[in-house]
């Protein structure tokens, strides 16, 4: 009996592709895994294509609640963005991903996994180490980054061994869908100087012909956690859906992002992530009204940390679940209302209400009402100005005399 080995398969050129090289190179059985995270497709027809290619069973499982409650909500309450532009889409599915080989893995008694990544990208690493993490005994199977077969030369493999994939030399993008945004690269994107064309736009209406009217959207919070539109109940995956439709409709949500690739280079990537976009910014203004301003100063350091480990692959790290808990604790008091404002490919917050709110009108306003004491404002001013004030007095000679000593010895 030939070993078996789990396929991580999307229906594409390169795992269509690998289910052959597979069978030919290791000879081994392979089982394919689609997992639903939202990408809208006919997985009747994948499972069709993948035991017509080969695989001797191929299995889909719908993952879209668990994606969008147990990896993209933490990551929206934690902020995280990697690198200020990329709300981590992709990033996020393949954690999940991988505990679902693992899964598949052990109740079909395969002794491997496999997956579809190139040797260049982050992708092999995500799943590779997410593996590593839940199941070390299992063996890691990449054809991609093994066959040494460039684009083309993979096309023409599948041509010559009937294999039907939805990609050709003259559109060669590689797209990968989820609930939480799209991204697309390769061909004419791989130029960082050329504007991408309109085609792999799917999601978004340009926001040259979007609407002359904006929208006006409001988004309600519980815990740091979205649960309503326009004031309408939502489960998480009708919610993401919902966003995803009404602000794609304004053009929001075309992110071009030349990033730095774990692997140590850069790559130019576009992604489309509408809902991502919008409550992104609500949930960090809903934030900026109930968190004090040393929570947000450090938080913002751990939206950072916390961005590059799901990025780097490092899901199931124990520094991540360390920050996954500090993160829990800041929400809870992010409850609240966020409007915001849709216009032309532009997403605005433009107004936002808490029963939490840190913020005081009456403190605030320089209007009639104003409770603001400020006669106690010289003393504040004294106390935190003197340690300037002390240095000055006794080091400004010095500092003098040094500064025209540096610039005369030049």
């Not at 006006?216 to 309503?228: A, D, H, L, R, S």
Request: aromatic share 8%; glycine share 8%.
């Amino acid at each position: 009996m030939s070993a078996k080995v789990v396929l991580a398969y999307s229906g594409g050129l390169d795992t269509s592709v690998a289910i052959k090289w597979i069978a030919e190179k290791y000879g081994m059985d392979v089982i394919t895994l689609t997992v639903d995270v939202g990408n809208e497709r006919d997985f009747t027809a994948i499972q069709q294509k993948a035991l017509k290619v080969g695989a001797i069973k191929s299995l889909v499982r719908d993952a879209k609640a668990t994606y969008v409650n147990d990896y993209v909500f933490p990551a929206l309450q934690a902020d995280a963005v990697y690198e200020g532009r990329y709300p981590l889409a992709t990033a996020l599915t393949r954690p999940l991903i991988a505990k679902l080989l693992v899964e598949v893995a052990r109740q079909e008694g395969a002794a491997a996994v496999a997956h579809g990544c190139t040797g260049k990208g982050n992708d092999q690493v995500r799943l590779d180490v997410g593996v590593m993490a839940l199941a070390p005994d299992l063996k890691i199977i990449a054809p991609a980054r093994e066959w040494g077969m460039t684009r083309e030369e993979t096309i023409n493999y599948a041509k010559r061994h009937s294999i039907p994939v939805p990609v050709t030399v003259s559109s060669p993008y590689s797209i990968d869908e989820s609930l939480w945004g799209k991204s697309i690269e390769c061909g004419v994107l791989e130029d960082p100087w050329v504007e991408p064309p309109e085609e792999p736009f799917t999601w978004t209406r340009s926001p040259a012909k979007a609407p002359n009217t904006p929208a006006y959207v409001e988004i309600g919070f519980e815990k740091g956690i979205p649960v309503t539109v326009n004031g309408r109940k939502m489960g998480g995956v009708s919610l993401l859906r919902r966003l995803n439709e009404l602000a794609g409709r304004h053009g929001v949500g075309r992110i071009d992002h030349l990033e730095d690739r774990l692997v140590g280079i850069k790559s130019r990537e576009i992604y489309e992530a509408p809902a991502a976009v919008v409550l992104l910014q609500a949930h960090q203004a809903l934030q900026g009204m109930t968190l004090s301003k040393a929570q947000l100063r450090f938080k913002q350091q751990v939206a950072t940390e916390y961005a590059d480990l799901t990025y780097n692959g490092l899901w199931f790290s124990a520094l991540r679940e360390d920050l996954a808990a500090y993160v829990a604790s800041t929400q809870r008091f992010v409850t609240g209302t966020v409007r915001l404002k849709l216009f032309k490919g532009s997403c605005n917050v433009v107004g936002r209400r808490s029963p939490f709110s840190l913020y005081s009108y009456s403190l605030a306003t320089y209007d009639k009402g104003d409770q603001f004491d400020q006669s106690a404002s010289p003393g504040f001013i004294q106390l935190w100005g003197l340690p300037v004030k002390i240095q000055a007095q006794i080091q400004k000679t010095e500092s003098a005399g040094n500064r025209l000593s540096t610039r005369l010895s030049f």
